[in-house]
Structures are given as C-alpha cells and as structure tokens.
C-alpha cells in the first residue's frame, strides 16, 4: 500500500453502490435504517452494527468533516460524502458477506472533492488522543501521510464481534464529495 494506486468503494449487492445512509429522510425512522440496525440478529453474514444514535452522530461528525475539508481549500458538491478506503481493505469487505467492490484509480479523483482520514472519520472526528484525529487531508498528501503515521496494517485481527470496542484503526478513509467518476447514480 505504499505507493497506493486506488481507492476501494464497498457496497451491498441490494443497494448498490454510492449510497449514503446520512440521506435517509426520516433519519434513524427509516425503515432502511431500522432493517440494518437488527440485520445482524437474522444474518450472520451481517456483521455491521449501528448504534440506535448512529444516524445522528454521523450527521454531525460529516458536518465538521465538510467543514474540515472546506478550511483545508476543498469544494465539496454534495453535503454528505462517499466513502472509500485507500487501496483495499479485506476487513472491511468481509464485515458482510454480501459486500461487492468497485475500484476507482486515484487518479480519477478530483482533489477538490476528495479528502481522506486517519483512520476511519466516525474515528477520526470523536477522539483527540492521536496527532491524526481531528484532521482531514488531502489527495494530495496521501504519500506524507503514509510516511509520517504509516499505514494499518491489523486488517485481520481485530474481531467482528466487538470491532467498536477497539482502537478501529483498520484503513484510511476516502471520503467523496462528488458524483463518483464515471458511474451513473
């Protein structure tokens, strides 16, 4: 992952790709949302949890990311992004057993709609006790930014179980403001 090349978007087969959850009209009412919340319970291929809060504190936690982004020069086009991870992530594609990919060659990426964290951005924006969180960066400071905090390599030791409880310092975090290039949604 050095030299990262691409940047991996996962999505469920039923949904299809470059949906936001933060989009749900009715908020964590949706019937959308309500179906992931307990999925779990009758899918043991769906290993994702969702707090009953989480619609509400994403929210909140994406406001700050654009705002984040926007002081750092970006110029961000939709209010909620896509979400990727830089290069590949099998931990994260195996959270659910329905999960497809699409990749996306970095430099398809438009820089100004483009940001990423270290790591995850619920992560990155809801703790303080690293130099990294609270930070957005840019496309183009992927390579400093590998070269200054290295990149996660524990991609398959930490648990489905319980993977909130953890550090959850898996992948950097591709956030899209924009239309993806070249894919109709």
């Not at 990262?4 to 009209?25: D, N, V």
């Not at 309500?34 to 929210?59: F, K, M, P, Q």
């Not at 705002?67 to 959270?95: N, T």
Request: aromatic share 14%; proline share 6%.
């Amino acid at each position: 992952m050095k030299d990262a090349k691409f940047a991996t978007h996962y999505y469920l087969r039923e949904t299809g790709p470059f949906r936001s959850l933060s989009e749900l009209s009715a908020g964590s009412e949706d019937p959308v949302f309500l179906d992931l919340l307990t999925r779990h319970e009758r899918d043991s291929g769906y290993r994702r949890r969702y707090g009953r809060n989480y619609i509400a504190v994403r929210r909140e936690v994406e406001a700050r990311l654009r705002e984040l982004f926007i002081a750092r020069g970006g110029k961000p086009r939709r209010r909620h992004p896509f979400y990727l991870v830089l290069g590949e992530s099998p931990w994260f594609r195996d959270l659910n057993a329905d999960h497809r990919e699409l990749r996306i060659s970095l430099s398809e990426l438009d820089p100004e709609v483009t940001s990423l964290t270290f790591p995850d951005s619920f992560v990155a924006l809801t703790r303080n006790d690293k130099p990294y969180y609270n930070q957005v960066f840019l496309l183009s400071e992927i390579d400093e930014l590998i070269a200054r905090f290295g990149v996660p390599e524990n991609d398959q030791l930490v648990p489905y179980e319980r993977y909130w409880e953890t550090e959850f310092e898996l992948y950097i975090e591709v956030q899209l403001w924009d239309v993806p290039p070249m894919i109709d949604v």
